[in-house]
């Protein structure tokens, strides 16, 4: 509070003592015009004291509840993971699902977000691979989230790898252990259509192998 104000307000306090002693002692004896002098006074110093006390120190509360940040808030441990990734701080970010991983067994997105750093960032193949492998195999995931892992993971020996075998395995594998996840009705597709192709092509081998036998023999 600035001095000026403080000043202000001593004497608006000391106005209205003044004006309430002398009117409490000789109200009675004062003509109309005197009373209403008073009762202006009075209601000056009062309105400075609403004013240069009251009503700031109102606002400041007011303003404090509505605008202030509260102390215990954190910001979101995803947001400041996302945040290392976009400024290419990838072994942090790692660092940071891991935290979160860690915190929330249950929670299969820190997995996935580590496997996508590895694989599309530090262009890590195997080490993705590894970490949905470990993730499998070190945690009771519901049938819906093992079967996620699994798909994800065949996808990622079928077209980094380019491992057809073992992306076929993987497949029914959710096929057979999870039979009632939407997962599996992918698998399902996804199975077919790399039959589908490995069949093409083996005919498609066929063919050329017979084309070129034809044209040794002509």
Known sequence: MSNKKLILILISISVTVLTAWSINSKWDEWEIGSKFVATFFIAIALGLFVVLVMLPSLADKVGAFFFSAPEKIQPDPLIKAAAKVSQGDYDGA???YLAIASEEP???FPIF???KIQQDHLRDVDAAIETFENSLENTEWPENDAAAIMFRLQQIYLESKEDEEHAKALLQQIID???NTRHSANA???LNEIN???SASAHANIGCA???????HI
């Open 94 to 96: 790692i660092k940071a």
């Open 196 to 198: 589908n192709v490995s």
């Open 177 to 179: 252990s999870f039979p």
């Open 113 to 115: 977000e580590i496997a």
């Open 106 to 108: 249950e929670n299969r």
């Open 210 to 216: 017979a084309l070129h036998s034809a044209a040794l």
């Open 188 to 190: 399902h597709h996804r």
